[in-house]
C-alpha cells in the first residue's frame, strides 16, 4: 500500500482519499480522517451522526426488503419490477437478497458503502450499469452471470489482484470499465494487461482505447504477465501485514477501554473521601463537582478527537472501518448529552397578568382586515398541508391557530363573537380565512375599561325597567292615591287623514255637449 505523511491541521471537509477525473487517472493523495470522507472516505458526518429518513440505526445498515421498498418511490413502492436502484451511501457491509427480489434490475447503483465482496448479483440477467466504488472490493468476482452487463464502476476501491479481471471475458457486453484509484491501477503496464486481457473493452478509465493500442498490448501480453503476476504477490504480502497488524491495534484499543471502564486494579471503584466531605460542607456548591467533571470529560473528548484526526494512517479497508467505529463513538457521545440536556420549556401564550401575546411560531405570512362589521384574518396556511393539522381557536380579545402544533396567536384590535365566527380554507392556494364579527363594545388600553354603545336591545330593556319602577299597583284605601287616569292607558294613534279620491264628475243635462242617448239606460 501507500504510506502517506500526517495530515496538517484538521480539515473535516475535504476528501480523505483521492482527488478524482474521469478524463485522466486517479492519484492518491495525503489521506486524513475526515468525517466528510466523500470520495476516499466513504462516510458523510451527517450520514453517520443523525438518523434521517432512509432508515439509519446505530448498527450498520443491512439490505432489506423495508430498505429497497423506500427507495422505490418511483416505482411506486413495487420491487419486482424495479429496473433502477439507488442504496449508495448506506453503510452497507454486504450485498444480499438483491438479485432475489430485483430480478429485472437495469441500474444498481451501490457507491459509497462498506461491501467487501462482490456477491449475489449473479442472477441479475438484465444489469447494464453497476457501480460499486468507494467500496472495500479487493477483487473482481461473481459477475458472470450479469450476461447484459456494459458498464462496471469499481473506482476507488481495493483491488490488487489485477488477473481478476479475467472472469469478465464471460460479459461479452462490456464496453465501459473503471479501476482507476485501486492499487492495481499503480502497477507497471497496467493498462496493457486489461486491454489485451478483455478484448470487448471500448473504454478503460474513461479513456477510449485505440486499436493500435490493443494490438501493440496483445503482442507484449506475453512479456506483461509475468511482471503483473510478481507485483500482485507484492500486494498480497504487504495486505497480509496490514491486516495482522490493524487487528493487534483493534485489539490494543479495546484493552484500553476496558482499563479505561474499570479503572481500579480490581475492578471496583473508589471514591475520594476529602472530596466528598468537602462537597457537603455548602449545599450552594452540590453541582460545581458535576460541572468540573462535566468539562474535564469534554475537554479529554476533544484531545482524543484530535489525536485521532492527526494520527497519520494508511487508506485500507481497515483505516475506513476504524473511522466508522470512531464516528459512532462520537454520536453515541453526543446522544447522552443530549439525553442530559433539559426539555426545552412549552411558549408562553398567556402572561401571568391574562394578557394575550403575539406569536408566529410556524413563521408563515399573514393578513388582517379590520372593517366596522368584522374582522378577517387571512393565514397563508401551506398547500399541500392537511387540514386535520391544524386547530383554530377564537376567544373574545384574541384567535390562536395551531399549526402541526406549532401556536400562531394574534391579539385583536376589538371583541368579537366567538360564537358567530367562521373558518374556511381554500381549495386552491390553501390559505386559512377566518372571519370574527364585532360586537358592541370597544376594548380600551391600560384598565380594559369597556365603553357600552346602546343598541336598539340595550334601550328597549331600559324602557322595561322604568315601567316597572312607575307601575303603580291597586290598594284597598283609595284615598291615598287617585285614581288612574284610564283615558291616558292606551294612548292614541294620530292617524294621518287618508287622501280622498276626487268625485268623479258626471255631466248633466244642462252641458251643452251633453247628447241624450235614449238607448242607455239612465245611471240611477
Not at 360564537?419 to 381549495?427: E, Y
Amino acid at each position: 500500500m501507500w504510506p502517506y505523511p500526517p495530515r496538517e491541521g484538521i480539515d473535516k471537509h475535504k476528501c480523505g482519499g483521492y482527488s478524482q477525473a474521469r478524463e485522466g487517472c486517479l492519484c492518491p493523495e495525503s489521506v486524513g480522517r475526515g468525517p466528510n470522507l466523500r470520495v476516499g472516505g466513504g462516510f458523510s458526518e451527517e450520514a453517520v451522526l443523525s438518523e434521517n429518513e432512509t432508515g439509519r440505526h446505530k448498527e450498520l445498515l443491512r439490505v432489506t426488503e423495508d430498505l429497497i421498498r423506500r427507495n422505490a418511490e418511483h416505482n411506486d413502492c413495487v420491487i419486482f419490477s424495479l429496473e433502477e436502484l439507488s442504496l449508495h451511501q448506506q453503510e452497507i457491509e454486504r450485498l444480499e437478497h438483491i438479485d432475489k427480489w430485483c430480478r429485472d434490475l437495469k441500474i444498481l447503483y451501490l457507491q459509497n458503502n462498506l461491501i467487501g465482496k462482490i456477491e449475489n448479483v449473479s442472477k441479475l440477467k438484465k444489469l447494464e450499469y453497476l457501480n460499486l466504488a468507494l467500496n472495500n472490493i479487493e477483487k473482481i468476482e461473481n459477475l458472470e452471470g450479469c450476461e447484459e452487463l456494459a458498464k462496471l464502476d469499481l473506482t476507488v476501491n481495493f483491488i490488487g489482484e489485477l488477473s481478476s479481471i479475467k472472469t469478465l471475458k464471460h460479459n461479452i457486453h462490456l464496453k465501459e470499465l473503471f479501476l482507476m484509484g485501486n492499487p492495481c491501477a499503480t502497477f507497471n503496464h497496467y493498462r496493457e494487461f486489461v486491454v489485451a486481457t478483455l478484448p470487448q473493452l471500448k473504454w478503460l478509465d474513461g479513456k477510449e482505447i485505440e486499436p493500435s493500442e490493443r494490438i501493440k498490448a496483445l503482442q507484449d501480453y506475453s512479456v506483461i504477465e509475468p511482471q503483473i503476476r510478481e507485483q500482485e504477490k507484492d500486494h498480497c504480502l504487504k495486505r497480509s501485514k496490514l491486516k495482522e497488524e490493524a487487528q493487534r491495534k483493534h485489539q490494543e484499543e479495546d484493552k484500553n477501554e476496558d482499563e479505561r471502564s474499570n479503572p481500579g486494579s480490581d475492578g471496583h471503584w473508589y471514591t475520594d473521601i476529602n472530596a466528598t466531605l468537602s462537597s457537603l460542607e455548602s449545599k450552594d456548591h452540590l453541582q460545581a463537582p458535576d460541572m468540573q467533571e462535566y468539562n474535564t470529560k469534554k475537554l479529554d473528548e476533544s484531545e482524543d478527537d484530535l489525536e485521532f484526526w492527526n494520527k497519520p494512517c494508511l487508506f485500507t479497508p481497515e483505516s475506513r472501518l476504524e473511522t466508522l467505529r470512531h464516528m459512532e463513538k462520537q454520536r453515541k457521545n453526543q446522544e447522552k448529552l443530549s439525553e442530559k440536556k433539559k426539555v426545552k420549556p412549552p411558549r408562553i401564550l398567556i402572561t401571568g397578568n391574562g394578557n394575550a401575546l403575539n406569536v408566529n411560531e410556524p413563521k408563515i405570512d399573514f393578513s388582517l382586515n379590520d372593517n366596522e362589521k368584522q374582522i378577517i384574518l387571512d393565514l397563508a396556511v401551506y398547500r399541500y398541508m392537511d387540514t386535520s393539522l391544524i386547530d383554530v381557536d377564537v376567544q373574545p380579545t384574541y384567535v390562536r391557530v395551531m399549526i402541526k402544533g406549532k401556536p400562531f396567536q394574534l391579539v385583536l384590535p376589538a371583541e368579537v363573537r366567538p360564537d358567530s365566527s367562521s373558518a374556511k380554507r381554500s381549495q386552491t392556494t390553501g390559505h386559512l380565512v377566518i372571519c370574527m364579527p364585532k360586537v358592541g363594545e370597544v376594548i380600551t388600553g391600560g384598565q380594559q375599561a369597556f365603553k357600552s354603545m346602546k343598541t336598539t336591545s340595550d334601550k328597549s330593556r331600559e324602557q322595561t325597567n322604568a315601567r316597572s319602577k312607575h307601575m303603580e299597583k291597586l290598594e284597598v284605601d283609595p284615598s291615598k292615591h287617585s285614581f288612574p287616569d284610564v283615558t291616558n292607558i292606551v294612548q292614541e294613534k294620530k292617524h294621518t287623514p287618508r287622501r280622498r279620491s276626487e268625485p268623479k264628475v258626471i255631466p248633466s243635462e244642462e252641458d251643452p255637449t251633453f247628447e241624450d242617448n235614449p238607448d242607455v239606460p239612465p245611471l240611477i
